[in-house]
């Protein structure tokens, strides 16, 4: 517990919405380390700065065991399915591989994304966070990146999440300032 408060000691603002927005901070990030697996439905746009990719995506995620990746659109790749397990990933149609290529330096790529965004909830160093409006809803807005680095320095992870139902509602990684992965969730149901 000790070692959350730490993690959580850059976020927040001055008043009590700042302590609001840590005590939040710190019950989502409880939840989702206990987490052991969620279903999701999302969109996702990898920006590769001279090329764009949006997907439709099924989330399956285990923390033990495989999670597993569904593209349900553009149509012409509806159906592909990555498989990542520890250690390995696996990208599969009709028995195709399909390599799209690194987003950040540390070789991220749009499979990687989402499990990236997940591991950032849990382990991220929490930078900064605050409660605001999204999309008409209340949401709980935290930034994450190296303790060392300044904001648009390195790989960030912004996250929002419900701040009624803690569930993720969107996600971006952003590498040196350039946001290289947005997601956009429309359904997140945790296990």
């Known amino acids: 517990m000790i070692a959350l408060l730490l993690l959580l000691s850059a976020c927040g603002g001055a008043g009590s919405s700042g302590n609001e927005a840590e005590q939040l901070a710190l019950e989502i990030r409880t939840e989702y380390l206990n987490m052991t697996a969620c279903t999701a439905a999302l969109e996702l746009t990898a920006d590769y700065g001279q090329r764009v990719y949006q997907y439709s995506m099924d989330l399956n995620y285990q923390r033990e065991g495989a999670t597993t990746l569904t593209v349900t659109a553009p149509e012409n790749i509806a159906g592909m399915t990555a498989c990542l397990e520890e250690g390995e990933t696996a990208l599969e149609y009709d028995g195709l591989h399909m390599e799209t290529g690194p987003l950040t330096q540390d070789g991220l790529s749009p499979i990687d994304a ?58 971006e990684i952003a590498q040196d300032g350039f946001t290289v992965i947005h997601c956009k969730f429309s359904s997140f149901s945790p296990a």
Do not use: K, N
């Open 114 to 171: 989402v499990p990236a965004l997940l591991t950032s909830v849990r382990e991220g160093f929490l930078a900064e966070c605050v409660l605001e409006e999204l999309d008409g809803v209340q949401a709980l807005h935290t930034s994450s990146r190296d303790p060392e680095a300044s904001p648009g320095q390195g790989v960030e992870i912004q996250l929002w999440f419900d701040a009624a139902t803690h569930a993720l509602l969107q996600g």
